[in-house]
């Protein structure tokens, strides 16, 4: 691996603060969510935006598609959707005389799947190779996606009418779950002279390209993780499969995914070395939907967040004096 010089990680914190301030002129009074979500583009990773209607969801997403220069899709999930509706279909081409097939919306950069827990199960599922392993089979033939290839994806949390709840499987394949929630009373006056005649998406200009993010992405792998923060990510993991109020823990995924966006994070704050306090920062929204409580529990009155904090403050914080990974 090869160490980071200053500039590069300069560059990297210039272009990050760029990408997020430009989606924020649309998503006002959210800089730590805005800056999650451009966190798990560098890492790689996929995002579940959860919260309930009129806060920004769609339009977060839709945001941060438009401020790089990419190709991005968007899908409405909806019941009656097919697998073949998202990942794309084999047509016969009478010119030709053989099968031709017609990409769906999954062959973009940046996929924006709105209310995804409206799509029946098996739509759902045709998306688990696409987030996996970036490529996509149809008719026994795999097909590479574009990169940087991410799906951002949104459901409302309190409608279950006509849903049907992600699997765990796929949950997992999401880097991090979000909750934008309610703005401040300010902010929210704020919105209504920014948008109250016309939205301030419809001029949103892209603020970097898809080689840039290319670049930014090969820079956060090269982030230095020490082994003691490597031993705090593991024990962290850990405490959530081994507590008593929790029947699923965290997976093994989310240990590499917890590093990963780790990475993206220290080079967004200009800095070539993980801290623990960048796991701490992230436990929440890599860990918290890869949780499941148990019933007592749940009568109890008690919740993941509560239970993850519980957790971090059983461990020892490693020293950062040991700044190059092993």
Do not use: C
């Not at 002129?25 to 890492?43: F, H, N, P, S, T």
């Not at 031993?231 to 917890?258: C, K, M, W």
Request: hydrophobic share 40%.
């Amino acid at each position: 691996m090869s160490e980071l010089t200053s500039e590069q990680v300069d560059r990297f914190a210039s272009t990050f603060d760029r990408i997020a301030s430009n989606i924020e002129k649309v998503i006002q009074g959210k800089r730590d969510v805005v800056e999650l979500v451009v966190m798990a583009l560098m890492a790689e990773g996929h995002v579940l935006v959860e919260d309930v209607p009129g806060v920004g969801k769609t339009q977060l997403a839709k945001s941060l598609a438009r401020s790089i220069e990419s190709a991005f899709n968007r899908v409405q999930f909806t019941p009656d959707l097919l697998p073949s509706d998202v990942t794309g279909v084999s047509v016969w081409d009478r010119n030709s005389n053989e099968f031709e097939f017609k990409p769906g919306p999954i062959f973009a950069n940046v996929v924006v799947g709105d209310e995804i827990n409206r799509a029946s199960p098996k739509t759902q599922s045709a998306l688990l190779e696409a987030m996996e392993e970036r490529q996509v089979t149809s008719d026994g033939v795999t097909r590479a996606l574009p990169l940087p290839f991410m799906v951002v994806a949104t459901q409302n949390p309190l409608e279950h009418e006509g849903t049907y709840p992600l699997p765990e499987a796929q949950l997992d394949r999401f880097m991090m779950r979000v909750v934008i929630g309610y703005p401040e009373r300010q902010k929210e006056l704020e919105i209504l002279d920014t948008h109250g005649i016309q939205s301030t998406f419809v001029n949103l200009e892209p603020v970097a390209s898809v080689e840039e993010i290319q670049q930014m992405i090969a820079l956060a792998r090269s982030v230095s993780v020490s082994q003691a923060v490597k031993t705090y990510i593991v024990d962290l993991v850990e405490g959530t499969r081994n507590h008593s109020d929790l029947l699923l823990g965290a997976s093994p995924r989310s240990a590499l995914f917890l590093q990963r966006l780790a990475r993206a994070r220290a080079a967004s704050q200009d800095r070539e070395y993980v801290m623990p306090d960048d796991i701490k920062a992230l436990a929440h929204p890599v860990l918290g939907h890869r949780m499941a409580l148990r019933p007592e529990a749940q009568m109890r009155g008690e919740s993941i967040s509560t239970l993850i904090d519980e957790v971090i403050g059983r461990l020892r914080v490693p020293g950062t004096a040991s700044r190059i990974a092993t």
